[in-house]
């Protein structure tokens, strides 16, 4: 599912669990200040759990965990985590026990996307640990994961994210129906634009660009704006989780190979930290809702849109080129306090 047809031989015989809802949208933005054209990739419309890119890796994380005779999921991410929610609806949806390892405490009143976890049923374990000690984070979803095997439970546990080459499939095959429309709209694009965090997006994105690069469609730059440190500094590496990635589609065409160069991280607009609100994401939030109508977040959305703008408003693009944002979704989040900035 998730891509338009014929491009789907790529991904034969990879174990897939069909969750993205359909193509997702793309459609014309507001123009840049430049006078550049803006393109939105609404994967905040992938559909499953009130969408976001995650359900995309969740395709190939979930149909490996099939594939396993899994019987329940693990994953791990901070308080607020997107990719979390999305597990837990996931895992509703296939008819698998969910465990949810989370940062901080667990709050008097579930909100935004804890709120949503809980309602698909899933269990959820606050660590108290604060939402950037990943490290920490991980060491408890393996003492969960432990557990659970130890219980009979067979779980497939997925670290923060879902990024690795299992799951960083889900964007390789975004970036091939991303690459099929801009082909079908006859738009030829400077950059494809997306917001980066544990990095498994980036990853696949870079892999399908290599994959249409080698096939002839178009296959246009791709730039990932940074919201974790982690991403920012390099690790993981993106390029060799991406061909990584390559390697596990048996249909891959001869001479798709990612090189360092395709890997481009912004981190200028990061802030302070993960999660820390910046000025820019929320010019870019009210920016989006008031000019488009779409409703960004502070954590990602919002910090990668501002690249886009801050970018624009560097002279990176001028009236004639096309530019591309993927919106990955984060859009439970806003109705948590402070999800939205000064209005
Ligand atoms: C809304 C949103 N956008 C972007 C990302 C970044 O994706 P990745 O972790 O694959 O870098 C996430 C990750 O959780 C997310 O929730």
Redesign the pocket.
Known sequence: MGEIGGLSNFFHGVARAPLVSGVTPLERGPVLDSGAKLWVKRDDLTGLGVG???VRKLEFLCGAAQAENSLSLVTV?AGQ???CRMTAAAGALLGLDVHLVLSGERPERLEGNQLLDALFGAQLHFTGEPDHHWGALEIVRESVTDALIADGKRPYSIPI?G?TAVGALGYVAGYLELSQQLMAKEVDVSAVV?????????AGLVAGQAVCRAIGMPAPSVIAVGVAKG?VIGSPDVTTLANEALSLLPNCPPGSVVEEADVVVDGDWLGDDYSVPTPAADDAIRWAARRGGWVL?RV??GK?LSGVLGRDAAGEWAAGDNVVFIH???IPSVFVAAGVPEL
Not at 194 to 202: A, K, L, M, P
Request: net charge neutral; hydrophobic share 5%.
């Open positions: 976001g890119n995650k991410g985590s997107n990719h994210g990024s997306h917001t980066s965090s544990s990095g498994g997006t980036h991403v977040d990602y959305s990668g990955t979704g984060g």
